[in-house]
């Protein structure tokens, strides 16, 4: 995905996903309909703002889903397909990944 992501008003939050994709799985045609997926499931969730993601040719990504709260986040962690996807993550997807969630607290763009 190469969009930017629209820019609500703050404060908000930013769940920033960073992964390494594991050797085995790093192209696969099943990585890559797992995480449409996710994002289609997650733009579905109340409190959703939006998602900006970049993969390289190393299998190092970097995903950036936006909400409204942490409420929202919470859900989104507690929602079962979500979870079912983050147990494959861990057995099949990536070699390893961190997850932080910030606080957005001002926030503005520029375009030609």
């Known amino acids: 995905m190469s969009r930017f992501a629209p820019l609500p008003e703050?404060?908000?939050y930013a769940v920033i996903?960073?992964?390494q994709a594991a050797p085995s799985d790093s192209t696969s045609d099943d990585y890559g309909a797992t995480a449409a997926r996710m994002v289609a499931l997650a733009a579905q969730?109340?409190?959703y703002l939006g998602v900006e993601s970049t993969r390289d040719a190393s299998?190092?990504?970097i995903t950036v889903s936006y909400w409204r709260?942490?409420?929202s986040i919470a859900a989104w962690k507690a929602d079962l397909e979500h979870a079912a996807?983050?147990?494959a993550g861990r057995e099949r997807f990536y070699e390893r990944?961190?997850?932080r969630v910030a606080k957005v607290e001002r926030?503005?763009?520029w375009s030609r």
């Open 45 to 47: 969730q109340p409190g």
């Open 59 to 61: 299998g190092f990504g």
């Open 17 to 19: 996903f960073a992964s």
């Open 107 to 109: 926030a503005y763009g």
């Open 69 to 71: 709260d942490e409420a």
């Open 97 to 99: 990944y961190t997850l």
């Open 85 to 87: 996807v983050r147990d």
């Open 10 to 12: 703050p404060p908000y």
